[in-house]
């Protein structure tokens, strides 16, 4: 580590030309080092589900988590803090600085793309799930980046949305998480792409004050990836870092804006300085410099990444199927496309190459082996593009490797380069010097005859040929200039054609390239779908036939992505047709949702059991088959409100107006506060699930009275009445009742606590109300005050069961 006065003298050793050079990226994902002050480069890499590194290369595999959701619902700061240690090794495996997570936006809609990628609807579970994480990753030598700052809720124009939320709301709600963070340590605060109240956040006075001012963040403040627009107004304002480059707004823009007075040179000063400290804190300033990385313990972090996804299970409804017994199961009947092909994680720039996946059908073969029989019948998939080329399906013309060919071209067709690829996902493909055309080429190895989907995805001209048959010719421009689209999920297009059992046809794509439309080339292929009528009778007829049916539906692949937001919640007529089937040819059936987000469950009340899996990262398979055979308790609690129908949501808004304004008129009212204002009920409330037992709520105890600015302590009696032993989160909320002077929400969480015990066991949770969670943002004075007069405390296990109630008097100030 390097000291403050250290930092200075580095820091006079620099020319002005040579301060501003360090402000921009020196690559996509590197800063730019200075030999003569001994600092290397940083390497920044997207997260939070895994560490990527540096390339979109299916060769560089990563361990795959599960979604920021399926954390969140943990409720387990213990956990994440781990699973915050797992990422950081994964992180110095790669050379990796800094990783770009935890994402600390909230669930403001159900209709958010980005869902999965944000931990919940509430500004303090979010925050301390999100130090939690800070916490894990920064314990080990590694960089956490709080993202993105601020109130960056949805996908619809993300680029140039103008947020209009007010001050109060800003600070009680969308800047809390951000606040703890930087409580936590966190090293660099990520500025959105989004306006606030008419400024853009690069260039936002939220930069400066709260956030370096009253809140004291001494690290680095950067953009998101080509989120800086201009030169004065960003390099007046706090931020430090503008990503990526070498190109930019500053450079030598902004050297010349010093050198005019237009821009303060101590502003410069200060933005060196803070990259200065981070390199220092990283290990690539002078002595301090790390070059050891470890050796990755797969066994390990594979076991941690099982424990999380039955940890973040939500059992949502348990009529007496779960857990199954697998010494009275002779035939489990699985049922639909996404048991044997698990979605396991989100779309967009947070995706990594997974080292393996194990969907829920192997999970559950592996854990009935010796006991069961598993029939599995895939019915209707989830809409979307047929999944990319793997070595299941292809292999290279070539040389028969499995996976596929990849081929770079200039104009006039001469090869340029050639590799073997795993996939037909090839985001960032090569470029030498003359590209022209990017080709991924397959034979393939079809099991099934009839009518095949082949998608083909990226921008320019596209063409697509199946043994020198055109299939498609075709040429699209983006409609965005959004950088998720362009580069990581461009749209695809399907046509069909006849494949044979037995045959090898060669199948051939290319993609033309050009300035500002991207290098990706994606090309996928699925084997025709059964008729829904025939996959519906089949899947009856396996339900019927078994002694217990699990029934996995989710949402598609175009669904639940970084670029688009959402704009329905329905799985599709097919799917809920498949379930309500299943569930009437066989009582003992689980429904289990695959997705990332709420969606509408019509027929939740007619299945056995239904478990929500959200994406549950490369162990989906053993840890969810873990839970439905008891072998861990479903450990889930809802991060998030889900509607029985988006109708009663009572926000939904993710499209500005036709000024560019989104305006955020819930105020406070967010998530369950918004649906307690509403006098809804939902689906399932915030903070909603069940164990493998049950719980008694006995006593509620705590003081009297506390003076303004005083934490709260409260204790909750509660006792084990179930079969097994189990762990129960213990949930305690605020509400002011009677007249208020001031506005409050009708009732906010407050605090959290889990508890183990045996059953027929008495266990007693201690929950620490902060000062804050009584507080409120004074718009006249800019400061937090409290109001005085009764505080009622409620306790429970959601927002919506809240069987104790104790009330609290808060004396004048």
């Known amino acids: ?188 605060v990520m500025a ?84 200065l400290r981070l390199a220092a804190w990283c290990g690539v300033l002078g002595r301090s410099r790390r070059t050891a990385r470890p050796q990755p313990r797969f066994r390990q972090a594979r076991a941690l990444a099982r424990r999380a996804v039955a940890a973040g299970a939500v059992l949502l409804a348990n009529h007496d199927v779960l857990p199954l017994d697998p010494a009275r199961l002779r035939t489990v009947a699985v049922i639909g496309a996404p048991a044997a092909r698990t979605r396991t994680q989100g779309g967009g720039s947070a995706g990594v190459f997974p080292q393996d996946e194990v969907s829920l059908l192997d999970g559950l073969r592996a854990g009935l082996r010796g006991h069961a029989r598993v029939v599995h019948v895939p019915a209707p998939a989830p809409d979307g593009p047929p999944p990319p080329l793997d070595p299941h399906l292809a292999s290279d013309p070539r040389t028969g490797t499995p996976g596929v060919l990849l081929r770079v071209l200039d104009a006039s067709g001469t090869e340029l380069l050639a590799e073997h690829r795993r996939a037909g996902r090839q985001l960032e493909p090569p470029l030498p010097s003359g590209a022209h055309t990017v080709e991924i080429s397959a034979r393939l190895h079809p099991r099934t005859s009839g009518a095949w989907r082949i998608g083909l995805a990226g921008f320019g001209r596209l063409t697509l040929h199946l043994d020198g048959a055109g299939l498609l ?63 519906l009778a089949a899947a009856t007829r396996a339900a019927a036939g078994a002694d217990a049916a699990v029934v996995v539906v989710g949402t598609g692949e175009q669904h639940e992505s970084e670029g688009r937001d959402r704009t329905h919640l329905a799985l599709g007529a097919h799917q809920d047709a498949l379930v309500t089937a299943v569930a009437r040819a066989n009582a003992r059936t689980v429904a289990v949702v695959n997705s990332g987000g709420p969606v509408e469950l019509p027929w939740r009340t007619e299945v056995g059991a239904l478990l929500l899996a959200w994406f549950p990262g490369q162990e989906a398979g053993g840890g969810l088959a873990d839970v439905l055979l008891g072998r861990s308790e479903p450990g889930g609690r809802l991060p998030t409100t889900w509607p029985a129908r988006l109708a009663d949501a009572p926000v939904t808004g993710t499209r500005p107006d036709g000024t560019g304004r989104l305006r955020y008129d819930e105020g406070l009212h967010i998530g369950h506060r918004g649906w307690l204002r509403a006098r809804r009920t939902p689906a399932y409330w915030f903070g909603h699930g069940l164990g493998y037992t049950t719980w008694a709520y006995d006593a509620l105890t705590g003081p009297a009275e506390v003076a303004p ?105």
Request: net charge negative; charged share 25%; proline share 7%.
């Open 192 to 275: 959105g792409y989004n306006r606030v109240e008419g400024t853009t956040m690069t260039a936002h006075a939220l930069l400066t004050d709260p956030l370096k001012t009253e809140w004291g963040f001494d690290g680095v403040v950067v953009s998101d990836w080509g989120a800086v627009r201009d030169t004065l107004d960003t390099a007046r304002a706090g931020l430090d870092l503008q990503m990526p480059g070498p190109a930019g707004e500053w450079g030598e823009a902004l050297v010349s804006a010093v050198e005019a007075g237009e821009v303060e040179r101590s502003a410069v000063d200060d933005k060196v300085r803070r990259l």
């Open 709 to 813: 600015g005083e934490d709260v302590t409260v204790r909750v009696r509660l006792r084990n009445t179930g079969p097994r032993d189990g762990r129960e989160v213990v949930q305690v909320y605020l509400s002011r009742p009677g007249p208020t002077a001031v506005d409050h929400p009708e009732r906010w969480l407050a605090g959290w606590a889990a508890v183990r015990a045996r059953p027929g066991e008495s266990a007693d949770a201690e929950i620490r109300i902060p000062a804050r969670a009584l507080a409120h943002w004074d718009t006249g004075t800019r400061a937090w005050g409290t109001e005085p007069g009764p505080v009622r405390v409620r306790a429970g296990r959601s927002a919506g069961e809240l069987p104790l109630a104790h009330e609290v008097f808060v004396r004048p100030d």
């Open 1 to 188: 580590m390097t000291d403050e006065d250290e930092l200075d003298r580095l820091l006079d050793k620099l020319s002005l030309r040579a301060r501003v050079r360090l402000l921009t990226g020196a690559t996509v994902w590197r800063t730019a080092a200075e030999t003569d002050l001994g600092l290397g480069e940083l390497v920044l890499s997207d997260g939070p589900a895994g560490v990527r590194g540096e390339g979109w290369d299916e060769r560089e595999t990563s361990v795959l988590l599960p979604s920021a959701t399926a954390l969140a619902a943990t409720w387990d700061e213990e956990l994440v803090e781990e699973v915050g240690g797992l990422l950081a090794t994964e992180a110095r495996r790669k050379g990796v600085h800094a990783v770009l997570a935890p994402n600390l936006d909230l669930h403001r809609t159900p209709l958010a793309g980005r869902h999965f990628e944000c931990f919940s609807e509430d500004p303090l579970l979010t925050g301390r799930m999100g130090a939690a994480l800070i916490r894990g990753l920064q314990a080990h030598g590694v960089a956490a980046t709080a993202k993105h700052y601020v109130a960056n809720d949805a996908e619809t124009d993300r680029l140039t949305v103008d947020v209009r939320a007010g001050e109060r709301t800003l600070r009680e709600v969308h800047l809390a998480p951000f606040e703890a963070a930087v409580a936590a340590g966190v090293r660099l």
């Open 473 to 535: 010719d075709e040429a699209h421009a983006p409609a965005t200039d959004d950088p998720a689209v362009i580069h990581v999920t461009p749209p695809a297009r399907t046509v069909t054609a006849r494949l044979d059992a037995g045959t090898t046809p060669v199948l051939v794509a290319r993609r033309t390239l050009a300035p500002g439309i991207g290098r990706a080339l994606v090309v996928g292929a699925e084997p025709p779908a059964p008729e829904p009528a025939a996959a």
